[in-house]
């Protein structure tokens, strides 16, 4: 499959060069030339497919014949190698548990699937890629976790010193091999604005070949559109009208499900659900785009005024507003009401979430006032002990440290201290 610019002022590329770019030579992000829905063979035999074959079937006109078929079976294999349970609430609302993956947050999945899609691009390279990537937390314990061991790849991520919880720090910074962790003295966004930087400095570019793991790459961004099959098939029996409900920071998660809609999946609609930082639910509005910086909430992974995914939203449809609308809700809502959510959901259904699923599982109440014959699935992103103070400040309880929480705590911390540019110059040059 070959990838052209959403700016439209660089040259179209293969799956292959997107990967290991990540965005175009003109700063714009990578979308596929044509999507194409799956045969009705596909969909007539869906329940008795594997996850892992949904996902090969899924994904494979995007990836060959860059990757070939059995490759790619392999890579979607070890991707998936744990579960994605659909948790009923009540006879409207489910969740969607996206956290059972190595670090317990759902970039877990794209991580794993773009570091291997990454090792088999490099595999007879000598020139190794350097994946550079800034952090607020969630992000930098996945790929870390994706790529480690994957030859001919170097990982550095960038993380803002004392401003990640102690468990994610840990997840970045025991794992050694080809993983470094640098500990930058400031904040996200300068962690943000060096990561940058370094993606427009030639004299580093041109002695290595640097690419970025967020969801702007699109190996990261596309197995995202798995889970959305996974919750169908575990619901459409029992429901239908299936809404999705998606906690969204850049919005490439809820862009997924609307490719995952593209290939022919039923899915009703969407809703995407923010915090403070609205931008997409003003947008629906008012019709008036206006990105803001970000403001601090509780659900941190979800901190994005300017969110980097809306753009190929806006090319699925073709910039038509009122297409858009019929497709798209979205609500915002402040940090008292994902505090009261997360009480609501523990005391009334027994059910821990963190706050960005609350987030979730309130835009799933808004749209269900109106629509009431909807099954709204709210995405659990992330497990609730990987934001334990809040979570246990609001409904009271201690909660137990899952395994793979546990395996990292009391292992060794091995970071780099950095405080400017150069230091992180110096640092990929040596
Ligand atoms: C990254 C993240 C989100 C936001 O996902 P986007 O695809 O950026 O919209 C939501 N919740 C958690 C826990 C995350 O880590």
Redesign the pocket.
């Known amino acids: 499959m070959n990838y052209y610019s959403l700016n439209h002022k660089a040259p179209n590329t293969s799956f292959k060069h997107a990967v290991i770019k990540g965005l175009a030579p003109d700063k714009g992000l990578y979308f596929p030339e044509s999507i194409t829905p799956l045969p009705k063979s596909f969909w007539d035999n869906f329940d008795n497919l594997s996850y892992s074959e949904i996902a090969f079937q899924a994904i494979k006109q995007f990836v060959t014949p860059e990757i070939p078929e059995e490759v790619l079976k392999t890579i979607v294999e070890e991707t998936l190698y744990f579960d994605f349970p659909v948790v009923k609430l009540n006879d409207q609302i489910s969740t969607l548990e996206l956290f059972h993956g190595p670090t317990m ?3 877990d999945v794209g991580a794993r699937f773009m570091a291997r899609c990454l090792g088999y691009f490099n595999k007879d390279n000598t020139n190794e890629v350097t994946v550079l990537v800034a952090t607020s937390g ?2 930098g314990g996945a790929v870390a976790n994706g790529f480690l061991g994957v030859k001919g790849v170097n990982v550095v991520i960038l993380y803002p010193s004392g401003k990640v919880s102690d468990i994610q720090e840990m997840q970045l910074t025991t794992l050694g091999q080809n993983i470094k962790a640098l500990e930058v003295n400031g904040t996200f966004d300068d962690c943000q604005a060096m990561v940058k930087t370094a993606f427009l400095d030639d004299t580093l570019t041109s002695k290595m070949q640097l690419t970025s793991a967020n ?1 702007i790459n699109v190996a990261r961004w596309l197995p ?1 559109l798995f889970y959305f099959m996974f919750a169908y098939k575990q619901l459409h029996k029992q429901h239908n009208d299936i809404v999705f409900s ?9 862009c997924a499900g609307m490719m995952a809609q593209k290939l022919g999946l039923p899915i009703k609609h969407f809703i995407a659900s923010n915090n403070a930082n609205n931008v997409v639910t003003r947008y629906l509005t008012s019709k008036l785009y206006e990105p803001k910086p970000s403001v601090q909430t509780i ?1 941190n ?2 901190d ?1 005024g300017a ?1 980097s ?1 809306f753009i190929r939203i806006q090319e699925i449809y073709k910039n038509n507003f009122e297409e858009l609308k019929t497709n798209l809700s979205s609500y915002s809502f402040s940090d008292n009401e994902t505090r009261q959510a997360m009480l609501e959901i523990y005391n009334s259904y027994n059910y821990v979430a ?1 706050p ?1 699923g609350a987030v979730g599982y309130l835009g799933c109440k808004s749209h269900l006032e109106h629509h009431p014959n909807a099954h709204c699935v709210f995405l659990e ?2 497990h609730p002990t ?1 934001f334990l103070d809040v979570v246990e400040e609001v409904i009271n309880e201690k909660q137990p440290l899952p395994e793979q929480i546990q395996s990292v705590m009391g292992k060794e911390k091995a970071s780099v201290v950095i405080s400017t540019y150069e230091d992180l110059k110096d640092f990929l040059l040596n």
């Open positions: 947050a759902f970039k969630d992000t969801s995202q998606v906690p969204s920071g850049n919005f490439g998660n809820v659900s992974a979800m994005v969110p995914n963190d960005h992103t992330a990987k």
